[in-house]
């Protein structure tokens, strides 16, 4: 059983920051591509960030300068830094990777944590 729990989200005045947290468990073999994923009310689920099990980076266009993606292989755990947020920032972040499971690649999904900003 492969486990993705987030956490790290909250209430925050624009301009403000917030640090996300996901971290996997289970009898995990690798973790390939990570990311953070949002939704909206009444909108799609979309791309916020990735990462590459090397450490290479992708962003939406939306987010490129005020959030910062990273891991830690050690500790099969990643991380969402949020600066300067604004409004249209508010959603679900869910955190999503490809796990190696006992011989079997699947995409995993957390349960999302709810990121609020407003003053």
């Known amino acids: 059983q492969v486990q993705l729990v987030e956490s790290g989200g909250g209430l925050v005045q624009p301009g403000g920051s917030l640090r996300l947290s996901c971290v996997a468990s289970g009898s995990i073999s690798s973790i390939y591509t990570m990311g953070w994923y949002r939704q909206a009310p009444g909108k799609q689920r979309e791309l916020v960030a990735t990462?590459?099990?090397?450490?290479?980076?992708n962003y939406a266009d939306s987010v490129k300068g005020r959030f910062t993606i990273s891991r830690d292989n050690t500790k099969n755990t990643m991380y969402l830094q949020m600066d300067s947020l604004k409004p249209e920032d508010t959603a679900v972040y869910y955190c999503?990777?490809?796990?190696?499971?006992?011989?079997?690649?699947?995409?995993?999904w957390g349960q999302g944590t709810q990121v609020t900003i407003s003053s």
């Open positions: 990462i590459s099990s090397g450490g290479n980076t």
């Open positions: 999503n990777a490809g796990i190696l499971f006992v011989g079997t690649t699947g995409r995993y």
